[in-house]
């Protein structure tokens, strides 16, 4: 297995209109930590252990960066709304891909610090994995 170096992930959004818009050159982390599953517990009157069924898959990500106003007026654009999604982690050859609604964009300052970003998106269907 070849590791990959985080330098050549790439990240791209739909923008407001809904065309692809890669901003990998505004980012500086991308956290896709894949999907979970809900569980519902199922125990009947006198188990002795507890019986859970598989319920729906459900994903997050987030990333953050150094702030531009190119990047403000693609993720400004967007919050709320759903579009596709492509992460490459490290450049490397898998991509994951999906729908996902933009929950939140956050622009943040300090004396003395760059001016960053994040945002928080919730997928939304299946994610691929090609």
């Known amino acids: 297995m070849a590791a990959l170096h985080g330098k050549a992930t790439t990240f791209s959004i739909d923008n407001s209109a809904g065309s692809p818009t890669d901003i990998t050159a505004y980012c500086d982390n991308v956290d896709f930590p894949g999907l979970?599953?809900?569980?519902?517990?199922v125990s009947a009157f006198g188990a002795t252990s507890k019986s859970f069924v598989v319920g729906l898959l459900s994903g997050t990500i987030s990333a953050s960066g150094p702030w531009d106003a190119t990047l403000d007026a693609v993720l400004a654009g967007i919050v709320g709304k759903a579009g596709t999604f492509a992460y490459v982690p490290g450049g490397g050859t898998v991509t994951y891909s999906g729908e996902a609604?933009?929950?939140?964009?956050?622009?943040?300052?300090?004396?003395?610090?760059?001016?960053?970003?994040?945002?928080?998106?919730?997928?939304?269907?299946?994610?691929g994995r090609e």
């Open 36 to 41: 979970s599953a809900d569980t519902a517990e």
């Open 101 to 127: 609604i933009c929950t939140s964009y956050q622009v943040t300052s300090g004396n003395g610090g760059a001016v960053t970003w994040s945002a928080s998106w919730q997928v939304t269907g299946a994610v």
